[in-house]
């Protein structure tokens, strides 16, 4: 069974960092693509960012672009973002999704269940 | 980027009723477009891929069809559990979901 699992959410002060994780479970880590999609309370799905199988490729929304970075540990069966200078608009839901294949430029057959950040003074 | 568009933003519909939801792409996706439900407190799921193939354990009830800048997903005749939040999305290059359409009890 595929499992999803985001963590490293919390509450922190606009200007800070952040670094989410999402642990995979019950596929080969190291033949997909990996994103990281987030929801605003209330708002509809943004794509953030999407890394390929062998991290040789990344994309990233133009709202995240030099503040956040994706990552993969496929020894560890593990995806990343690192958010720096957090602002108030990125408060969201992150959901960490997996691409149905390895480049990342698909569509997501499985997410997890989403990770809260507040970013507030 | 690609802007995604959906309408309308809310439909109202009755149980047993035909819903469509209409996505249209600032600029040709071929056939590179999703469709996900989201309930609330819930993740989204897959519903369709390449615009019209089905995700697998969707009902049949659910439908795909467009190509190029517009597209249409088709609930033939709405359950209760269908009741929600529907999103396109394009995946000719880097993935862009469209806003929504909230689909509700008439």
């Known amino acids: 069974e595929v499992q999803l699992v985001e963590s490293g959410g919390g509450l922190v002060q606009p200007g800070r960092s952040l670094r989410l994780s999402c642990a995979a479970s019950g596929f080969t880590f190291d033949d997909y693509a990996m994103h990281w999609v987030r929801q605003a309370p209330g708002k509809g799905l943004e794509w953030v960012s999407g890394i390929n199988w062998n991290s040789g490729r990344m994309g990233y929304a133009d709202s995240v672009k030099g503040r956040f970075t994706i990552s993969r540990d496929n020894a560890k069966n593990s995806l990343y973002l690192q958010m720096n200078s957090l602002r108030a608009e990125d408060t969201a839901l992150y959901y960490c999704?997996?691409?149905?294949?390895?480049?990342?430029?698909?569509?997501?057959?499985?997410w997890g269940q989403g990770t809260l950040v507040t970013v507030s003074s | 980027e690609i802007v995604m568009t959906q309408s309308p933003a809310t439909l109202s519909v009755s149980p047993g009723e035909r819903a469509t939801l209409s996505c249209r792409a600032s600029?040709?996706?071929?056939?590179?477009l999703a469709w996900y439900q989201q309930k609330p407190d819930q993740a989204p799921r897959l519903l369709i891929y390449?615009?019209?193939t089905r995700a697998t354990g969707i009902p049949a009830r659910f439908s795909g069809s467009g190509s190029g800048t517009e597209f249409t997903l088709t609930i033939s005749s709405l359950q209760s559990e269908d009741f929600a939040l529907y999103y396109c999305?394009?995946?000719?290059?880097?993935?862009?979901f469209g806003p929504g359409t909230k689909v509700d009890i008439k």
């Open positions: 390449g615009a019209s």
């Open positions: 999305q394009q995946y000719n290059n880097w993935p862009f």
């Open positions: 999704a997996k691409d149905i294949g390895s480049l990342a430029t698909n569509y997501f057959d499985y």
């Open positions: 600029q040709s996706v071929s056939s590179n």
